[in-house]
């Protein structure tokens, strides 16, 4: 059973989409393959939905570089090792396509990775904003690219505990 709610962040409306107790779904406004809005189940109010918004604010406040929340992936195998392997991109960082598709043993997929990671269902949590062309250019994202931008440079800033640490 679904459920669904929508909290507020600075890349705007987020909607949130919990299957049971898990996590299967975080979607921007507008978002490209975004699913129809019958699917998001009912409005309502699962456990999830308050640890995701407190976890989303705490990283939006710089206080947070992982999420540690249940998640329930629904895709292909191909589609759900690249969703996994998006969450080992480290905070801050970046990984191309074509690294990706290496390190999922199949060098030759870069076009495949690409279109795993246009359609994951978790932006954000699962951070596919990471991911760049194989040059460090800004390609496709689901969000859109000034999203993919804000995100990146939010996470170049320094979090308010290493400023406090360099500037004393």
């Known amino acids: 059973m679904r459920s669904h709610t929508v909290v507020d962040s600075p890349c705007g409306p987020l909607t949130l989409v919990a299957e049971g107790d898990a996590l299967c779904g975080l979607y921007m406004h507008e978002q490209r393959h975004r699913p129809a809005e019958a699917t998001f189940g009912s409005p309502g109010a699962v456990e999830v939905f308050a640890l995701a918004e ?81 040059a460090g250019s800004l390609t496709g994202y689901g969000g859109g690219l000034e999203r993919k931008r804000y995100l990146l440079d939010f996470e170049r800033r320094p979090s308010p505990r290493e400023f406090m640490s360099t500037s004393v």
């Open 54 to 134: 407190t976890q989303l604010k705490e990283y939006f406040a710089g206080q947070r570089r992982e999420f540690d929340l249940p998640l329930a992936f629904r895709g292909t195998p191909f589609q759900r090792s690249v969703w996994a392997a998006l969450l080992d991109i480290p905070y801050g960082e970046t990984a191309s396509y074509g690294e990706l598709a290496q390190l999922l043993g199949k060098p030759a997929a870069a076009r495949a990775v690409g279109l795993a990671n246009g359609k994951n269902p978790v932006s954000i949590i699962v951070p596919c904003h990471r991911v760049l062309g194989s």
